[in-house]
T-cell receptor, first 115, second 114 residues
């Protein structure tokens, strides 16, 4: 079945540095990928919708300059957390679908800890 | 806006016990409803779904019925196994969004002991 690979699974970085998270669709092409964030004991919150070849669409309250999304190809989307701060520590997860209205396939998530 | 409320966990059961995880929703339109499961160290996987009222989704012994009158989509399993230990997320997707985005509940952790 369709597989979404997310890398890295865990990352620890110092405050002020930037971190890039990759989301790859391994055996299908994904024109659209989604990025979610989950705080402890909270829901997964949609951050942005990543469209191949165009700018991402951010949800209200998500800083586009802080969370840079690039969807340069049909199999890769990246999320870069710029100038990370401890409050950015969270679980980030991506998803993608291969055709319209098919189920979403999720990556395994990335645990970001900013010290 | 749309929202999903599910019971807080963890839910702790013995093997072969009956499972119910409650889920209720609010939506402006006519959503599709989903249950996702996240096993330890893995990503979310679709467990089952229902797209219209009175539909029953089922998979791996789990069932959930789309109840429009009570805006609920409770997850049930007659006899749980240790391998069912995971976090379960209830979610909805609006038709108006082209079913492109999901609104999730907070997740309910299930712990099944032998």
């Amino acid at each position: 079945g369709a597989v979404v690979s997310q890398h890295p699974s865990r990352v620890i970085c110092k405050s002020g540095t930037s971190v890039k998270i990759e989301c790859r669709s391994l055996d299908f092409q994904a024109t659209t990928m989604f990025w979610y964030r989950q705080f402890p004991k909270q829901s997964l919150m949609l951050m942005a919708t990543s469209n191949e070849g165009s700018k991402a669409t951010y949800e209200q309250g998500v800083e586009k300059d802080k969370f840079l999304i690039n969807h340069a190809s049909l199999t890769l989307s990246t999320l870069t957390v710029t100038s990370a701060h401890p409050e950015d520590s969270s679980f980030y997860i991506c998803s993608a679908r291969d055709v319209s209205n098919s189920p979403l396939h999720f990556g395994n998530g990335t645990r970001l800890t900013v010290t | 806006g749309d929202s999903v409320t599910q019971m807080e966990g963890p839910v702790t059961l013995s093997e072969e016990a009956f499972l119910t995880i409650n889920c209720t929703y609010t939506a402006t339109g006519y959503p599709s409803l989903f249950w996702y499961v996240q096993y330890p160290g893995e990503g979310l996987q679709l467990l089952l779904k229902a797209t219209k009222a009175d539909d029953k989704g089922s998979n791996k012994g789990f069932e959930a019925t789309y109840r429009k009158e009570t805006t609920s989509f409770h997850l049930e399993k007659g006899s749980v196994q240790v391998s069912d230990s995971a976090v379960y997320f209830c979610a909805l997707s609006e038709r108006d969004s082209g079913y492109s985005t999901l609104t999730f509940g907070k997740g309910t952790m299930l712990l099944v002991s032998p």
